[in-house]
C-alpha cells in the first residue's frame, strides 16, 4: 500500500479502532479454530475493542494461521490484517544450539545463517515478527536466561546481534516476497544485569557502564535494521524501562534515529504499577505513552485507559496516531494488506519444516559451539577397533593418534533426553531430537551399553519439582527404579573400556524465572560421577548446560570433558561425530566459568582496581578472596582442539597510530598436532591510560584459521582509531591519545606483549 493511502486509513480509523491496533492478545484469546473471539475477563477488554486489536502471541501453523486471520477480519470493523508474533528464538520446528552457545562459535556468518533458515522455516507456518535476538550482555551465570544471550562479551555481543537480525529480515524489504521475519530485538535495556542474578530483579548501573557495556548491542540492532524493540522488565536507574521517557525517547528514538516499533515485554505495562511508579493502570499507561511504547503486550492497559487519557488532556490524539502510524507501517512492510495469510503455505511449511538441510545446519552448529574442556592424555578422538572397522568404517577415517574406544557404555540423565533444548524451543520437535544414544546405534561397528544411572534433578535441587510431578508435567522415578538404574551403571561401568557419562543442568533450573544460587550438577549426579569414576578405566564427560556452571570436582574426575550446552536438535549425531573424530568440536567460551558463585558477576575484560592481585604475592590488602583465585576455571574465550597451535610473536607495521591511519597487528599461527583443525586467533587490547579507568584487555577481534597438520598462517588485524574509542569522563565517545598493549592469541589469558601510542596529529 503507498504511503498516502495509508494515511488515508489512519484517518479513517475511529479511536477504538486505532488503540485496537496497539493491543496484543494472547493466542488462548482467539480459539483454537478461529471462530471464537469470546471477551476475556482477565484483560477487560470490550468486544469491539478485541475484535480490532492488532497482534496476537504465539499462534503458528498455516491452517492455525489461516482459520484465526479469517475469522478474524469477518468480524473486524477496521478490516486491518492481525500480525503474527511468536518466540522463535533458536529455531522453529529445527532446533538449533542454544544462543549462549552460538556465542561459542565465534562466527556471526553462522548465525545469520541459522536466522535465516529459522526465517523460512516458521514464515511458512505464519509467523511474521519474531521475538528475536536477545541483545542483553551477561556476566552473573545465576541467571536463567543466560541461555538467550550470547555472552559476555560486548563487541561479540554487537556482531551478533547485527548478524541475526539480518539473517531474519533477509529479504523482508522486497516488495512483495514473503520472505524475512521482523526482528525484534529484546530486552531494552540491560535486563542481562539483575542484582543477584535473580530474574526481574533491580538493575542498577552507571550511565558510562550502560552506554559503554549493554547499550552496544541493542544499537547494533538498530543499525542492522530491525523493525522493533521490546522493553525490559527490570528498572534503568530507578525508572523501569517501560516507562521510560530518557531510555525510549532520548536514546532510542533521538540519538539512534530508531523509527520502528516498541513493544513491551508480558504484561510490563501493568507492571509499573507493581514496580510502584503508577498509582493505577491509567497512570501506567500514560507513563509508557509518553515513553513512546506502541504495542501493550497481553494487558487491559491500554484498551481500558487510553481513550479516557485523550480525553481528559493527559494525552493527545497525535501521540495516539504516531504509535498506530508505526504498526501500521510495519503491517505494510509485511505486505499484510495485500496478503493477510503472508506466507502461510501448509505444503511449504511441511516441506521446509525438519527438512535435510536445516537438520544438518544444525549438527554443524553444534560442532562449532561445543567446548572441549578437558583432554587428558589426548583420549580424545576415539576410534573403533580394528577388527570392528572391518563390519563398517565410521563416516570418517580415524586419525592416527586416536584412541580405541573398546567396549563402551553410555551412562547418565542425558544419554537418551530428547528435551534437552532449553526453555525456549517452544515450537520446536522434540520427537526429532537425536539422542546420544539414538546416535551411537545408527554408527556400523559400534557396539555399546546404556543406562541413564540416575535422574538428572531430585526435589531438594528445585524447588517446583514436586509440584510439577503433581501436576503430571514430570515422572518422578519410584525408588524401585532408582536402585536398578544405579545399580546397572555402576555394573556398566566396572565392565567397559570407555564410560561416556553425558551430565547437564536440567532444562527446567534455565530460562526465564530460572535464577540458581548453586551452579554445581543437580541430584545424584555428581555422586554418579564419582562411583563410576572409581570403577571405569576412563570417563568422558559429555555435558549439557544453559549457563556456565561450577565444575571444578568434574574437571579433576573426567578424563576429557565436552560441553554441549543444550546441542539442538541434531546434538547426538553432532556429539558422536566429535567423539569418534569425524568432526572436530571448534567452540571457544562465551562466558567465563567461575569457580565458585561467590565470584559472580565473572568477567574477563573487568577493571584492574587500585589494588590488582597477581596471584603470587602473600599479602591480604590487595583485591582477593582469601578462599579461592580471581581468575575463572575457564577464562572466556577458552576450547581445545585435536589439533594444536603454535603463536609466533606479534608483529605491528608501526608502533604509531595517528588520526585517519590504521596499524596493522600479525601473527603467524602453526599446527603443531597430527591433525587438522580450525584455530580461533583472538586480538584483544588494553588502554593503559585514560579519563576514566579502563578495563585490563577488551577483544577487538576475531580470525578462524584453517590449518592442515603443520601448517603455518598468517593472522593479520587492522587497528583503527575508531577501535579504541570509549566514554570518556565526559561522556562523550571518543578515543583519547596514549599507550595501547596488544596481545593475539587463543583465549582471553593472553599475555599482552605488544605496544603502540595513538596519536591526537
Known sequence: MKEEKLRELLSSLTVTEKIGQLIQVPGNMLNAEGQELGVR??????????RNVGSTLNVVGAGQVRRVQEEYLKRSSAKIPLMFMADIIYGFRTVYPIPLALGCSFEPELLRRLCEATARESTAAGAQV????????????RWGRCLESTGEDPHMNAAYVRAMVEGFQEGLSEEGAARGLASCVKHFAAYGAPEGGRDYNTVDMSERRLRQDYLPS??????????????????????????NRWLMKDVLRKEWGFEGVVI????????LITHGVAADQKEASQLAMEADVDIDMCTGCYGGSLEELIREGRLTMEQLDAAVWRVLRLKNKLGLFEDPFRGADAAEEERLSLCADFRALSREAAVKCSVLLENKDGLLPLSLDAEKRKAGEPEAPAAEDAKAAGRVALIGPF??????????????????????????????????????GCEALLPEDYTDL?????????ELWSEERREKEWSRALVLAGEADTVILALG??????????????LTLPGDQMKLLYEVKKRAARVIVVLFAGRPLVLNEVKELADALLLVWYPGTEGGAAIRDMLFGVSEPQGRLSMSLPRSEGQLPLYYNHFSTGRPYDGKT????????????????????YGLSYHSAAYGPVRLSASVLGPGESITAAVDVTNTGSRDGVETVQLYVRDVTGSVVRPVKELKDVQKLFLKAGETKQAAFVITEEMLRFYGRDLRYRSEPGRFLLGIGPDSSVRLDAEFTLTEK
Open 41 to 50: 475477563d482477565e484483560l477487560g477488554i470490550g468486544e469491539e475493542l478485541l
Open 130 to 141: 519474531t521475538f528475536s535476538p536477545m541483545g542483553d550482555l551477561v556476566r552473573d551465570a
Open 218 to 243: 541493542y544499537r547494533a540492532g538498530v543499525e542492522a535494521g530491525c523493525e522493533m524493540i521490546m522493553t525490559s522488565f527490570n528498572t534503568v536507574d530507578g525508572i523501569p524501562s517501560t516507562g
Open 264 to 271: 513491551t515485554d508480558y504484561a510490563a505495562i501493568a507492571e
Open 415 to 452: 544419554v537418551d533426553r530428547k528435551d534437552a533444548l532449553g526453555m525456549w524451543a517452544i515450537h520446536g520437535d522434540k520427537n526429532a531430537v537425536v539422542t546420544i544414544r539414538e546416535a551411537f546405534a545408527e554408527m556400523p561397528g559400534l557396539s555399546f551399553d546404556w543406562t541413564e
Open 466 to 474: 514436586t509440584a510439577l510431578s503433581q501436576s503430571g508435567e514430570r
Open 505 to 518: 543442568e536440567d532444562p527446567v533450573q534455565g530460562g526465564e524465572g530460572g535464577s540458581r544460587t548453586r
Open 618 to 637: 602473600v599479602n591480604r590488602f590487595f583485591s582477593r578472596y582469601t578462599d579461592c583465585p580471581n581468575t575463572p576455571l575457564y577464562p572466556y574465550g
